[in-house]
């Protein structure tokens, strides 16, 4: 497990973005041979990663690969803390909470992992928005399955309905948050909002009232997108149709979710799509300043 303290979006640079994408598929590292001139060995980063901050990632691609977990300052930060006074403890403590993590583990988790229980739990997920880290979730959930002989919740009869409301709250919040982070339903929204000072726009844009509808090209839809990314004065996020294309294909959820509907037909030979908007849908809270008395753990 890496630990990162006090992440916050503007700290997160491309670099660092591109790591936290291959840690979390799993990809593989090329990495010099010991002992050799020309040697080389594929590492596979497999590792999970952590931090805190009080704003929300806001990268698409990592919205279903993380889990967010809020520490509220109002509610955990009134007892009275005295850090010094708690490292010494630990400290003092130290060996105790080692050996007794080691025989926890040892007890409770190897032999389940061993007998297979990871894959087992993995595949008796219900749909949820997470599903790209169901291996570390069953984990998670025979460890959370050890600690509840010891630490029951009265609230829940059992683990596993913990886990599962557990779900439903991640699967809500990611939502909002592709709702408020998706780059095509941005675009989308603003160049039906501001289609009137685009000078040299492509597309066919109606409106009665608040209803919107576009027709474009997937050409001219991104040639749009790039006069309205230079008026707003920034940059454009897509360099090709097909780019744009698979996109908007992968953000049709959360398009239909926000109010958008979506058809396509050939027309002489090309492919007009037309997007439509029957009222403004804005989940609520999804563009809200998170407070900055909470923060967000990954």
């Not at 596979?44 to 698409?60: F, Q, T």
């Not at 007892?79 to 003092?92: M, S, Y």
């Not at 492509?202 to 027709?215: F, M, P, Q, T, W």
């Not at 004065?233 to 992968?250: A, F, I, K």
Request: aromatic share 8%; glycine share 6%.
């Amino acid at each position: 497990m890496l630990i990162f303290d006090n992440m916050e979006v503007r700290n997160i640079t491309p670099a660092f973005e591109d790591f936290l994408l291959t840690s979390s598929t799993g990809g593989m590292k090329a990495k010099r041979m010991s002992g050799t001139e020309s040697g080389v060995v594929l590492e596979r980063l497999d590792c999970l990663v952590m931090a805190n901050g009080i704003e929300p990632w806001g990268r698409h691609e990592l919205i279903d690969r993380v889990a967010e977990f809020q520490v509220d300052a109002a509610k955990y930060g009134a007892l009275k803390f005295h850090e010094a006074r708690a490292l010494q403890e630990l400290r003092e403590a130290r060996s105790l909470i080692w050996s007794g993590t080691a025989k926890f583990m040892q007890r409770h988790v190897l032999p389940r992992v061993k007998d297979g229980h990871v894959k087992r739990i993995a595949s008796e997920f219900s749909r949820h928005s997470k599903e790209r880290f169901n291996e570390y979730l069953a984990l998670m959930c025979i460890v959370l399955d050890g600690v509840w002989a010891y630490r029951p919740m009265p609230k829940y009869p059992d683990s596993r309905s913990l886990t599962a409301a557990w779900l439903d709250q991640q699967s809500e919040a990611s939502e909002n948050q592709s709702a408020g982070t998706d780059e095509t339903l941005y675009f989308l929204d603003t160049l039906a909002d501001k289609y009137g000072m685009l000078l040299g726009a492509e597309s066919r844009i109606k409106r009665l009232g608040d209803r919107v509808a576009i027709r474009a090209t997937m050409r001219a839809l991104l040639s749009d997108f790039r006069l309205l990314a230079k008026h707003l004065g920034m940059q454009c996020p897509w360099h090709t149709e097909r780019q744009l294309g698979v996109r908007m294909q992968d953000s049709a959820g959360t398009l239909t979710k926000a109010g958008w509907k979506h058809r396509s037909s050939f027309v002489s030979g090309r492919k007009m799509n037309w997007y439509e908007r029957a009222a403004r849908q804005v989940a609520a809270g999804v563009r809200d300043v998170v407070s900055p008395k909470v923060q967000n753990v990954r």
